[in-house]
């Protein structure tokens, strides 16, 4: 049995269970829109391991009869509000929630599609990239700073060719440094911020599923693709296939990181260089999907029914990173 934790308000959870229901393969959805009302989840630790019961409004399973979890996490804007409690209580008891149902999750013995500890290498971006380059991987010149002189000096090296991001794993939308931002650079002084050269070419997104890998090649104008709309650019998407080396290199990462599922963020430079940016924890693979026809979903299926891979035989033993 496999059991999908998310909310059918979110697109990719959607999918997923649309794609079980395809494919026929047995599933229970915990509504995370709905959650906790109308849900009961009970276990104890047996050797490490828990053991007890998740059980729904017409249904229970047992935590060993799962083969595969997949879980993708709602903000507080997409539950249902509890009797009462206050809105400004809310979030935090959502929060404490989720974190409960995380950590029975972390210590599963099936395979969970993506446990919280692995994750957590996307809230730092600077640690993410060591880790990358451990796997050969090549990353950005980049530059974590609160000295506003360090930051032109950044600038100014790269001949002006630079962006600017998120450090954590809050989405932000990628941007170049240009005069406006640089005015504003003496606001480093109350944080530090991500610089990183700006590399040419076209994107390139990879996403790893157990043993099995899906690259897509994105081709716009717009320094951040997937707000091309907003910044007046097009987009062009296909299926792509990687350099031997280079989806080896994914699938090692994937699993030196311990996630099932990733979504890799690449630029194929006009020399044919591979430079990575990030890898996160749960894609919304679904927009790449629709635009390439890939069976990413499928996939995923098929994982989260086995419950293993060559790349991940032994759920029980995924590294924390």
């Given at each position: 049995m496999?059991?999908?934790?998310?909310?059918?308000?979110?697109?990719?959870?959607?999918?997923?269970?649309a794609r079980l229901d395809a494919c026929r393969y047995p599933y229970r959805l915990l509504d995370f829109g709905l959650y906790p009302a109308g849900y009961e989840v009970a276990w104890t630790w047996e050797g490490g391991c828990p053991r007890g019961t998740i059980a729904g409004r017409d249904w229970s399973l047992a935590l060993e009869e799962l083969s595969g979890v997949y879980v993708r996490y709602l903000g507080p804007e997409g539950r249902v509000a509890l009797p009462g409690i206050t809105d400004d209580l809310a979030p935090a008891l959502f929060a404490e929630y989720d974190a409960a149902f995380g950590l029975l999750l972390e210590d599963m013995p099936c395979l969970v599609v993506n446990k919280l500890g692995p994750g957590l290498?996307?809230?730092s971006k600077p640690y993410q990239a060591l880790r990358l380059r451990e796997c050969g991987i090549r990353t950005p010149d980049t530059l974590v700073t609160t000295?506003?002189?360090?930051?032109r000096a950044f600038y100014e090296e790269h001949d002006g060719a630079v962006i600017y991001k998120s450090l954590s794993g809050v989405r932000s939308i990628v941007r170049r440094l240009g005069p406006a931002q640089l005015e504003r650079l003496p606001l480093l002084a109350h944080g530090p911020a991500q610089f990183q050269a700006f590399v040419p070419g076209d994107n390139v997104r990879v996403h790893t599923v157990g043993d099995e890998l899906?690259?897509?090649?994105?081709r716009s104008e717009a320094v951040d693709y997937r707000y091309a709309k907003r910044e007046g650019a097009e987009m062009e998407m296909e299926a792509f296939e990687l350099p031997a080396t280079v989806a080896e290199s994914c699938l090692h990462a994937s699993r030196a990181l311990g996630l099932p599922l990733a979504g890799i963020d690449f630029k194929l430079t006009p020399d044919g260089e591979y430079v990575c940016f990030e890898v996160n924890p749960s894609p919304g693979f679904l927009f790449y999907e629709q635009y390439?026809?890939?069976?990413?979903?499928?996939?995923?299926?098929?994982l989260l029914r086995v419950?293993?891979?060559?790349?991940f035989p032994h759920p029980q033993e995924y590294v924390h990173g």
């Open positions: 496999i059991l999908v934790c998310g909310g059918l308000a979110d697109r990719v959870t959607e999918l997923v269970c290498s996307n809230h000295d506003a002189a360090a930051a899906f690259a897509t090649r994105v390439t026809g890939q069976p990413i979903s499928e996939a995923l299926a098929n419950g293993r891979s060559s790349a």
